[in-house]
């Protein structure tokens, strides 16, 4: 195995690839650990379809993606909160509704249009091929900025996360902590549609959190553990990939897939042995 | 001065009054129980005095040097708490935020402090165990010590008791009395069990959208309205 990653590092393309994946990977899992068990994981999901109605609109128009695509999902990930917040409408029947609606949308403007190119197949279903230079640099001082302030608010984040009734009566803004939450996670899942794809990038969000949570006891231990399968997940599954020719973004999720029922394995002898 | 001071304080939610006409005090060393069906506005009142909604009519003053912020609070558990991935010392330690300032990590005097409360409520032993995995008492008691990390005052208490067996109930009643009698830490418990309001607290404030009775818990037993909430048990 280490002679066909040292044989994928010789492809420039491929190096810039891994690295974008690696810090986007990493983002979306320590992300992750909040919006899933603050029950937002929805949102990671309708958000992936607003990025993908964006990205075909702004390829139809000839934006650059990015610059559409980014402000176009902050601006859904506070409606998805309100959303998932409000006890009016049902929340997960909302969201459904905003990311087929999105879904449906790009694909009417694309093909009414340019037709089905293979842009568009790429932002359903994620290349490594599509990343330029540029996008590489924005991704990775975006991800690094995401990395930077998930360390610095770490124990707020906890807090918050744990007990918004509690943070807020111990002063914390939890509504501005949810909307950076929002913002954080749009940018991630914006970064890494190009190479999972909007139907799988929501799986980077959910998967490692809940792999770590089936050995994890600790929030610390969760998140660090949550980071790890990401990363391992990552690169494994860029190998699969490499090595089967297969997409980049569905061999990640099926490697995260076989992690996930390792580690319940693992908790489930673990539950036996200490049982008896 | 008093420690709280609520005067003639009214609360509203889309222009439509939820509580009025609250008078009351609150004393360092005192055990206020707020009792009341639901909706009766408690909860309302709760919000009002962490500071989380201003009153629309009168004021809520504090004294003795306590803010809002340094208060310790315990909420209403939620549902999403119950598998939670956290330690015992990562929940204890979250109370001590509003001493974090604008530092971004906790420093060790906070984490010492976290480990003395964890010692108040007897969580000691238990300390690096799953917060997921402990009974609904054990839990309660570890959202007790954030509650007591985050003051050395006063102590709001929103249904303390509400999900526990009765056993447990009474273990979390002795604790509250315990910390209220010999640590010298003030308690303001909402329940809507008549019990706690007559035999556990010493003063009783009871809410039905405005406030019915507020007094001794003794002279609450003799009451009208004292009498009808406790049913039998009254004499």
Redo the contacts between chains.
Sequence with gaps: MIDTIREMLSYPFLVRAIVVGLLVSLCASLLGVSLVLKRFSMIGDGLSHVGFGALAIASVANIAPLTLAIPVCIAASFLLLRMSESTRIKGDAAIAMLSAGALAIGVMVVSMTTGMNTDVYNYMFGSILSLSSADATLSIVLSAVVLVLFVLFYPRLFAVTFDESFSRATGIPTRAYNAALATLSSITVVLGMRMMGALLISSLIIFPVLTAMRIGKKYLSVTLLSAVVAIVGFILGMVVSYVYEAPSGASIVCVNIVLFLLFAIADAIRNAVTKK | MSLLQVQNAAFRYDGKDVVTGLNFTVEHCDYLCIVGENGSGKSTLVKGL?G?KAPHNGTITFGEGLT??Q?G?L??Q?E??RD????VQ??V???T??S?GVR???TREQKKNALTQIERVGMLPLK?A?F??LSGGQQQRALLA??LA?TKMLLILDEPIASLDPVAAADMYRLIEEINRDHGVTVVMVSHDPHAAAHEAKSVLHLENRQLFYGTSADYRKSEIGKRFLGGEGR
């Design positions: 962490l989380l809002a912020r208060i609070y909420p209403q939620k999403s708490q939670f991935p956290a330690s990562e929940v330690l979250s109370g935020l509003n974090l971004p990590f906790y690096n799953a997921r995995e954030r509650a985050a």
